[in-house]
């Protein structure tokens, strides 16, 4: 491992243990994908070298020779919106999906993932901040929408993501990220599903701090984390 990289991930490592620390957390509690989609194979495999097992791509094109490469050796999270024509390139090979956002795409999911005797855990994307250029579901759509996937066996609702807007100041993506909590909360309270989800995705490298206060289980770390080469 080089040494920026380990420098890297150390300063990660006390900045979660320091937000955990704010908001009366368990640093167990948080797990980072480190996203590789603007790094170089070479750099994906030192990031997995240096213990870095969970992997976040946007796009199977762009993640396609990492895997190939590097495939059995991390667990890969889907991150970025899927297209339903890639999700047979997708499934089987990513263990996570997070972008889940309607209905065309459950459909599809579930009937690749049930040729393969698969069960995937997926996160639904959620549109809290309402930018018109964030994909995701409108919150107040979630209920109905989980009521609608809710018979599909081979997926199964690990939680709910959300992009938060890029801002200048952390601290003003607040707001966002305690809704997407709120939002998992009412949706366990209303008892559509036979189990209770538990997983928060969000938070990424410019707000990452703020999303463990409010709750995120998972955070999504690329240029802060893996570098830009």
Not at 4 to 14: G, S, T
Not at 105 to 116: D, R
Not at 162 to 179: C, L, N, Q, S, W
Request: aromatic share 8%; net charge negative; charged share 25%.
């Amino acid at each position: 491992m080089n040494n920026q990289l380990a420098d890297r991930i150390q300063h990660v490592q006390e900045r979660v243990a320091a937000a955990c620390a704010r908001s009366g957390r368990d640093p167990k509690e948080v797990r980072t994908i480190a996203v590789t989609k603007y790094v170089s194979l070479a750099t994906t495999g030192q990031v997995l070298e240096a213990g870095l097992t969970h992997i976040g791509e946007n796009r199977w094109q762009d993640a396609a020779a990492k895997w190939e490469a590097f495939g059995s050796k991390g667990t890969w999270h889907f991150i970025g919106h899927l297209q339903t024509n890639k999700v047979k390139d997708v499934i089987g090979k990513f263990a996570y999906i997070h972008s889940l956002d309607r209905l065309s795409l459950a459909k599809e999911i579930e009937k690749k993932a049930s040729g393969l005797q698969l069960q995937v855990p997926c996160f639904i994307q959620l549109n809290v901040s309402g930018e018109e250029s964030k994909y995701g579901l409108e919150p107040e759509s979630l209920i109905s929408f989980v009521r609608e996937i809710r018979g599909m066996d081979s997926i199964r609702i690990a939680g709910l993501m959300t992009m938060a807007p890029y801002e200048a100041e952390a601290e003003e993506t607040r707001p966002v990220f305690r809704g997407l909590r709120e939002w998992r909360d009412r949706l366990n309270d209303a008892g559509v599903l036979d189990y209770e989800v538990s997983e928060l995705s969000m938070g990424m490298s410019n707000d990452y701090e703020v999303a463990i206060e409010e709750g995120a289980t998972w955070v999504r770390l690329g240029s802060i984390l893996v570098g830009k080469e």
